[in-house]
């Protein structure tokens, strides 16, 4: 059995086989999965209904199972309308989750362009694709290298 909280065997297929520095989005269930994701990247659905499965449960389970070097999340250019609200609500929990995963874990912004450029690359091999309603609620994972 396994100890962490990760169950799903397609997840647990893919992130074992990914190496040092792969990428993971967690996407919302706004993002164009279908288009915006890297040449090596398996999509898993997991978008049952609206709000249903969020990307912070995705995140947090995703942590338990595999060590991560870099969290990135969608930047928001100053151009979006969306830019006059500041920092959307769904990172402060992000922030949560990794503070209480590894303390010196960071989720730091990538502009939205820079970020579908991110994603597009070799290196990303995995997208879970959620139905959270969030706005601005991109995660993309640099996964690291376990030490013991």
Not at 31 to 36: E, L
Not at 77 to 103: T, V
């Amino acid at each position: 059995m396994l100890k962490h909280s990760l169950i799903h065997p397609e997840i647990n297929a893919i992130l074992g086989r990914a190496g040092h520095h792969a990428k993971v989005l967690i996407a919302d269930g706004n993002y164009p999965a279908s288009t915006k994701k890297g040449p090596n990247a398996q999509v898993i659905h997991l978008n049952l209904a609206p709000g249903c499965v969020t990307v912070a449960q995705v995140l947090k389970t995703i942590l338990s199972a595999v060590p991560v070097d870099l969290v990135n999340t969608m930047g928001i250019p100053a151009d979006d309308a969306y830019a006059k609200f500041g920092e959307p609500p769904a990172w402060a929990e992000f922030r949560e989750i990794l503070a209480a995963n590894d303390p010196e874990l960071r989720l730091l912004p990538v502009l939205k362009w820079d970020f579908y450029k991110a994603v597009e690359s070799p290196d990303h091999v995995l997208t879970v694709q959620t139905g959270d309603q969030a706005l601005w609620a991109n995660v993309l994972l640099t996964l690291g290298c376990r030490t013991v």
